[in-house]
């Protein structure tokens, strides 16, 4: 296909998709003579997946190129290119770092999961800093808590993940990222209208639904 083509099955302006191949975002297509190329089903995907990265996750060109390097990288198993992909959701320059006794307590839970997270994880870091929060608002989180948490989300993610295409490490990549972002508001809609109902059977008693009078 030409590169309007290629404009109008991505989603792109032709603008954007120049930009990307300048900066190396997006492969060369196959030269057609000194300023046409052919593009096929490749382009489109790479396309897919850099929208992807920069609308849906809202990542810096720096932090999507470090993630195209990973997709292009075959001697990286699957579970690395994903990985990579979601440090960068995780990853934040801007805060400040956790407490130890709050590090110390996510790699406890860690241990106390039986979680294969790596040492260096991004993810740790990001919920430590989640316990400082608060603790400083004088709402820690208990250990009990963390527990569940860690329960409930265990065969949810076993069940995503399951889902994730191998075949393809761009493909897969795209999933991973799309799935992350987009149903995490899912899961926190779904937990607050689980708290609603909690709270309405346990503090509003004169709501309850006529089934259960």
Known sequence: ????????????????????????LLQPGRSAGATRAH?????????????????VAGLRLDAV????????????????????AHVQLSASEAAPPPTLASQRRVDAGVRRWRWRVSTNSEHRTALARALDSMAALEQPVTDGLLD????????????????VA????????????????????VLLTIRRMAQEDASSRKLNRRARPRDED
């Open 65 to 84: 190129r470090s993630i195209l390097a990973a997709v292009d990288d075959d001697s990286l198993p699957l579970h690395e290119v994903i990985g990579k």
């Open 166 to 185: 191998t075949e393809d490490a761009g493909r897969a990549t795209e999933t991973a990222v799309i799935g992350t972002v987009l149903l995490e508001p």
């Open 148 to 163: 569940t948490y860690a329960a409930a989300m265990r065969p949810l993610a076993k069940r995503e993940v399951s889902a």
């Open 1 to 24: 296909m030409w590169i309007s083509e290629l404009s109008q099955r991505s989603g792109l302006p032709v603008a954007t998709i120049k930009f990307y191949l300048r900066d190396g």
């Open 39 to 55: 593009y096929d089903d490749s382009h489109v995907r790479r396309l897919r997946l850099v929208r992807a990265l920069v609308e």
